[in-house]
T-cell receptor, first 115, second 112 residues
């Protein structure tokens, strides 16, 4: 079945560490996105990528980095510069051109906790 | 049925009631709108979408209404069930492949 997979489901980070969240999709979608969700809050855009080897900052990109070397993969690194990284992270993908429907397909999320 | 005129963060209904969740969108140029359902600890799931050339679209037990004049979107759930309890988000887009803009979300609680 086609879908989008995030791993790990739970992740613990020590102060000062960088951690990388994985996001893989086999939907042949061009665009991929990372969102952060805090308790009781909406979704805030971190980074997005419309094509391979290109990505743009979202509203809260500081302290995060991404890469898009393959169409299927869009990993997110939470760096030590992110002062408050504890949150639920959601990856999504969407088709880009000539689509009737271009809503997102979401992954199941990664819950990151600083310990 | 229970309804709200303005966006409220929470909505509580009895099982079997009809629910109406409202959303105000921000961009007059948006031409595609989506409702998502998010259960606790999970990623959002697609419920229904509508394009700006329509003002109503129906799915299974759900209806989305679009009022472009006042930039308002609503989701109606018929015969609400306990399994409908979740956070509901609206989202808007003006171009395929661009990032969706999400609303604040409404938590729907359904009691038996």
């Amino acid at each position: 079945d086609g879908g989008i997979t995030q791993s790990p489901k739970y992740l613990f980070r020590k102060e000062g560490q960088n951690v990388t969240l994985s996001c893989e999709q086999n939907l042949n979608h061009d665009a991929m996105y990372w969102y952060r969700q805090d308790p009781g809050q909406g979704l805030r855009l971190i980074y997005y990528s419309q094509i391979v080897n290109d990505f743009q900052k979202g509203d809260i990109a500081e302290g995060y980095s991404v890469s898009r070397e393959k169409k299927e993969s869009f990993p997110l690194t939470v760096t030590s510069a992110q002062k408050n990284p504890t949150a639920f992270y959601l990856c999504a993908s969407s088709t880009r051109q000539g689509a009737v429907s271009y809503g997102y397909t979401f992954g199941s999320g990664t819950r990151l906790t600083v310990v | 049925g229970e309804s709200v005129g303005l966006h409220l963060p929470t909505l509580s209904v009895q099982e079997g009631d009809n629910s109406i969740i409202n959303c105000a969108y921000s961009n007059s140029a948006s031409d595609y709108f989506i409702w998502y359902k998010q259960e606790s600890g999970k990623g959002p799931q697609f419920i229904i979408d509508i394009r700006s050339n329509m003002d109503k679209r129906q799915g299974q037990r759900v209806t989305v209404l679009l009022n472009k004049t006042v930039k308002h979107l609503s989701l109606q759930i018929a015969a609400t069930q306990p399994g409908d309890s979740a956070v509901y988000f609206c989202a808007e887009s003006f171009q395929a492949g661009t990032a969706l803009i999400f609303g604040k979300g409404t938590t729907l609680s359904v009691s038996s």
